[in-house]
């Protein structure tokens, strides 16, 4: 199969011997076992597969891993640090954002993506921002709420 590719996912560096157009989605499950990202509609219309790339929130079944190689990944097993939940993750749990939960891990990772570009969103911002994100429970209001104490906590503590 040829040379592997690199890539850097929280933090840490993986050879991973795919094709190049493999959907890095796959890559990050199969290869790595980081399920937090889940597989939900492989079209980049649900939101479920949402990871960081570079900081920004890209749909991770859409992206070939030959171009994730370029950039440093976070998925959800990498915002929390040293045992600390990132304070989005906190937020979404203290305000109960999620029922089935499928959709959070996508979710949190648009929020962190969101707060990285606007720390401090109105409530057009943040609907605005996760239009690409499903939540067929309803949690809507929870997530912005989440949102918002995440963008207060974050401010507060320098993050």
Do not use: W
């Not at 690199?6 to 290869?31: A, F, I, S, W």
């Not at 640090?81 to 979404?92: E, I, S």
């Not at 993506?113 to 409530?123: F, R, T």
């Not at 921002?129 to 207060?152: D, M, S, W, Y």
């Amino acid at each position: 199969m040829g040379k592997p590719i690199e890539l850097e996912v929280n933090g840490k560096r993986y050879p991973v011997h795919y094709p190049p157009d493999t959907p890095l989605l796959y890559v990050l499950r199969d290869e790595l076992g980081l399920t937090g990202s889940k597989y939900g509609c492989g079209e980049g219309q649900c939101g479920a597969c949402t990871v960081l790339i570079g900081g920004a929130p890209r749909r991770s079944c859409q992206i070939p891993v030959s171009a994730a190689a370029a950039k440093p990944v976070t998925t959800i097993e990498g915002l929390e640090k040293d045992g600390r939940l990132h304070p989005v993750q906190q937020a979404f749990l203290d305000a109960g954002a999620f029922q089935c939960a499928f959709c959070t891990s996508g979710m949190i990772m648009s929020s962190v993506g969101l707060l990285q570009s606007n720390p401090n969103p109105i409530q057009a911002d943040i609907v605005q921002f996760l239009q690409g994100n499903i939540c067929r429970c309803g949690t809507h209001p929870r997530v912005i709420e989440a949102i918002h104490h995440a963008a207060k906590t974050m401010q507060e503590h320098g993050r």
